[in-house]
């Protein structure tokens, strides 16, 4: 079995290989792995090694694409600043999560203006104390009745979402039985919860009858709805039914699924009518919402229970009220609005059908999500640097993000890009890939 990148099985893999702090060559093969040890007593040794790296080769090879900063909104066309020569790019962007353009709707921002103005800055407090407004209640309400559960529990942010739940269900001696290419929060909540984790092959039902074999006590099965840097969905009426005949709840993240899949937009959980199945839905609003934020769907005693026992929304300051109140007016918009989501589908369909006429390897993409497999860790980088000298900003993923060997770049479609838009960075795309003879 593959671990996820970033899994604990993963980082105990680097120990054999690294124990010594390493001595870097200028234009050396290392990545990340090699820096999670060093031989010293001294927490700080492994600095100079990694500064080495990275000032000597990393950075200078194009790890600067990494966290460059942006001058404008996250829409399709943004201002960007080249980190190497601090030159201001205009590029076409097909990078960013905003997948209905809602972070900048007219009554988005209106709303998160009204509550700054009404609420101030921050909620000053937890939730559990004096953090909570009514604002953060009327969002849990409403998403509750969108997602037709009981109740709806709104945390600061969806890593947090996925790290406080686990941790506040899971106990030493239960399992976590998670599909290979969950997110990293998931698999951060459970190591929290020190639960015994075990993942099954993706998307594999076979496997997680296997996986599930052997488990007893309280076993809880985790899947994603569309997996983040795949872009595939959730085999669930197959994986459910494993689980279920199992006698193991079921925990489904729709972070990028939620108001863009089912019929009225709750996700891939609608879309396959199993919404009852399964016990825990979780979502996050920076992706279709455009703004900041996780949620947990379920029932009361779900919520009842998570109010005392997620620590990472008990300990930590509730969301801001200008963001509640512009992820508040960004769920009215989804709701009200189903075309936005028609259009998204539509644009996906469309640049889709651009990369197959080309004969660009996508993997198992069904999605907004598209990766376009390049799967060399370094060669990416050039080519990444290639891509936005010529105008496309589309962000190279690498280890430990994914497993090494299976780098990609990540495009994200959003309803908000023009035809042309989509045409223009098509032809950029695939003559830099023709180029680079990766197809
Ligand atoms: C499946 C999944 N869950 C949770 C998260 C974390 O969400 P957020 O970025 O809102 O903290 C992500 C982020 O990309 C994700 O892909």
Known sequence: MTPHPGSAKQQSDEVATTTSTPQVAADSDYDYSNFYYSSSDDLFAIFKPYDEWWYGSARNNGYYLFSQPMSTRPGPQIDLEEQLSHTKLELLNLASYNYLGLSYHPEVIAAAKDALDHYGLGAAGSPILSGTMDLHLTLEKELAEFKKKEAVMVFPTGYSTNVGLLSALLRAGDWAIMDQNVHASIVDGVIMSKANARFFRHNRPDDLEKKLRGTTGKRLVILEGVYSMDGDTARLPELVEVAKRAGARVMIDEAHSTFMYGAEGRGVAEHFDLEDEIDIHVGTFSKALGGQGGFVAGSQSLYNYLMGFARSRVFSCALAPAVTAGVLAALRVAKREPELRTKLWKNVAHFRGLLNSAGVDVAESTSQIIPIMIRDD??????????????????????????????????????????????????????????????
């Open 378 to 439: 370094r060669r990416i980088l050039g080519i990444a640097q290639k891509l936005q000298r010529a105008g496309l900003y589309l962000q190279p993923i690498i280890y430990p993000a994914v497993a090494k060997h299976r780098s990609r770049f990540r495009v994200s479609i959003s309803s908000t890009h023009t035809t042309e838009q989509l045409n223009r960075a098509a032809t950029i795309l695939t003559d830099i890939l023709r180029e680079e003879k990766v197809i």
